[in-house]
Nanobody, 129 residues
Framework: QVELVESGGGLVQPGGSLTLSCAASGFSLHNYGIGWFRQVPGKEREGISC???????WYEDDVKGRFTISRDDGKNTVSLEMNSLKPEDTAVYYC???????????????????????WGQGTQVIVSS
């Protein structure tokens, strides 16, 4: 079965940390661009961090300096380390994969939805005291 599965979400206090993991099964993440998106009710899903198929990184301004994306091709996973979490980081977090994807998969406002090859089911992150 070909799928992406996110894990690592949960409840954390403001200022705390979480690490999300995106694991691929049924295919190799090698040669895929991987992105982390998040969505809150009533808003569109937004890209917050991506790693391109050739290893370039991108972060949305609100998470720059707090979040770190990394990939482990040996484990076929991509992680998102989140530090100094704020209540406004509360959202459902999704990972996505694009074959030979570049960073525009994260920030391109006109990036075709059809280009995203796979999406995970999402993992909830709640930042609250």
């Amino acid at each position: 079965q070909v799928e992406l599965v996110e894990s690592g979400g949960g409840l954390v206090q403001p200022g705390g940390s979480l690490t999300l993991s995106c694991a691929a099964s049924g295919f190799s993440l090698h040669n895929y661009g991987i992105g982390w998106f998040r969505q809150v009710p009533g808003k569109e899903r937004e890209g917050i961090s991506c790693i391109s198929s050739d290893g370039n990184l991108w972060y949305e301004d609100d998470v720059k300096g707090r979040f770190t994306i990394s990939r482990d091709d040996g484990k076929n996973t991509v992680s998102l380390e989140m530090n100094s979490l704020k209540p406004e980081d509360t959202a459902v977090y999704y990972c996505t994969a694009v074959s030979l994807g570049d960073l525009s998969m994260c920030y391109g406002t006109d990036y075709p939805l059809s280009e995203y090859d796979y999406w995970g089911q999402g993992t909830q992150v709640i930042v609250s005291s």
